[in-house]
Each structure stands twice: as structure tokens, then as C-alpha cells.
């Protein structure tokens, strides 16, 4: 019951955020962009997107994942994630069909400029960072809709919102294999998904729930944890995981940063 109070506290707060990043913006999005090289992979599509992390976050740490998918699919997931449109089905936009594959890339942190806040032992941050929304197609197509603070989408009689959630390791990584507890809530919502990145040196691992409500409707408020296992590229070994404390909102165990993402269960 309490962690959902914190979620809403932390969407009031960041909503107020959001309109002072957006309104001091003079960027337009979608901005796009044609690559002179086909990307085909993950970890491609994520070293494009890193090389202009700096100009939107600064020094600040942030956290990066990929999803191969199509246009349409990259499309619903972030208008459901709450991230505005990246409207890359749009033809006038990025000139390629709604069935083109390519990669959506999510980067997750502090703009450059906000104050990183300090987690006090026992707390938990009260301001939630921003997402940038990716998507790069395999023939080269490069899509951005900025920075934006995840709002609810509004629905016929209710809402949706897809959200970063806290996950810890069941056990020990096995290999390649890693076995999840995720905290996914009550009864308005259910697990929707894992995004995975890894490079030589770190593995970052991002738990999404979907949260839907309807208007008047009560949702009850116990917090569910749903076993979950994610295949790694290459086995995990001595290589840095993070991502465990979802929007940095820890339900399952507190954490301060830097966090060990290696611990044990909830």
C-alpha cells in the first residue's frame, strides 16, 4: 500500500518538472535523421544514441536499453510508457512503413542542469529522471522525441501508464541466466516487460509493469512480485548489473547508490 503511495507522490512532483523542461525547450520533435550505415543491433543502435546523451544530460549518470521492434510496435510502447508521441509511423516524419524493424532505444536519467537528489538512508528519491524515446531503424532511420517526465495516457473512462518498476535476483546468476523477483502491484496492474542491454563492461536489465484504472474504480493496493527469467547475450561474469531500482523508487529492498544489483531476493 505504501509503495503506491510514493509512485503518486513521485508523479505529482515529476509532472511539475516535466512542464518547466518542456516549456524551456525550443527543440522540435520528432527530430530525425538518415544514417549513411545500416545498424544491426542492439548494441549498435545504443553506441548512436550515447554519442548524444551529453547535450540532453550532461555528466549525470543515466541508464540505456534497447528492444528490437517494429515501427508500430515502438510506436504504442512509448504513447503507453506515458512518453508522448515519437510518432515514427508517421510517413512524413521518417518516410518508412509501420512493419519496418529497427530498434527502440530508452535512455533513462537526470537532464543536464537538474540537481541529482541525495537518497537519505531509509527514503526514497522524490523526483523520478527523465526518459528520452529512441527509435532507429535497421536501414539507418533515426527518430528522438526528446526528454520527457512518463505521464499517464488518458483512456474512454480511465488511464494507462506503463512504468519502470524494482526487480532483485531470485539467486545467483547462472551463466547467462538470470532469474528475477519484479514487483509488479495490485490489481490495476500486471507485468508488461524486460529490456536488456549489455556491453563488455555493464549489463543493464529494466522491468516495465503496466498499471490501467478506470474512472471510480478501486484498485486494490498489495504489493505482487512475479518470478521472471531474462537470457543474457553472454554470461553475466564480473561485468557491472544495474537497473534493479526501476525509476530509483526501491520496493523491494532499499538501496543506496551506487546500487548492487547482484543482491538477493526481495
Aim: proline residues 7%; aromatic residues 4%; glycine residues 10%.
Amino acid at each position: 500500500m505504501k509503495w503506491l503511495a510514493v509512485v503518486a507522490a513521485v508523479a505529482v512532483v515529476a509532472l511539475g518538472v516535466a512542464l518547466w523542461v518542456n516549456s524551456g525547450s525550443t527543440a522540435q520533435f520528432p527530430a530525425t535523421e538518415h544514417l549513411d550505415t545500416p545498424v544491426e543491433s542492439k548494441r549498435a543502435a545504443i553506441d548512436i544514441v550515447a554519442q548524444n546523451v551529453r547535450s540532453n544530460f550532461g555528466d549525470n549518470l543515466v541508464q540505456i536499453t534497447a528492444e528490437h521492434m517494429t515501427v508500430e510496435q515502438a510506436t504504442e510502447t512509448v504513447r503507453d510508457m506515458g512518453l508522448g508521441e515519437l510518432d515514427v509511423g508517421a510517413k512524413e516524419h521518417v518516410g518508412v512503413p509501420l512493419s519496418a524493424p529497427g530498434y527502440l532505444v530508452l535512455v533513462t536519467g537526470f537532464p543536464a542542469g537538474a540537481t541529482v537528489p541525495e537518497i537519505p538512508p531509509g527514503l526514497v528519491r522524490s523526483v523520478q529522471p527523465a526518459i528520452q524515446a529512441n527509435w532507429i531503424s535497421e536501414t539507418g532511420t533515426y527518430v528522438s522525441n526528446g526528454l520527457v517526465y512518463p505521464s499517464p495516457t488518458p483512456l474512454p473512462g480511465g488511464s494507462l501508464i506503463i512504468h519502470g518498476t524494482d526487480w532483485a535476483l531470485n539467486e545467483a546468476p547462472d551463466g547467462a541466466t538470470l532469474s528475477l523477483a519484479v514487483a509488479v502491484g495490485g490489481s490495476c496492474d500486471k507485468f508488461d516487460r524486460i529490456a536488456t542491454s549489455e556491453d563488455e563492461h555493464t549489463v543493464t536489465v529494466h522491468a516495465y509493469v503496466k498499471s490501467q484504472s478506470e474512472t471510480g474504480a478501486a484498485c486494490t493496493l498489495e504489493l505482487s512480485v512475479q518470478s521472471e527469467t531474462v537470457q543474457l547475450d553472454a554470461p553475466l561474469g564480473d561485468r557491472t548489473l544495474q537497473g534493479c531500482n526501476g525509476y530509483q523508487i526501491p520496493l523491494l529492498k532499499s538501496a543506496e547508490p551506487p546500487v548492487d544489483c547482484q543482491r538477493i531476493g526481495p
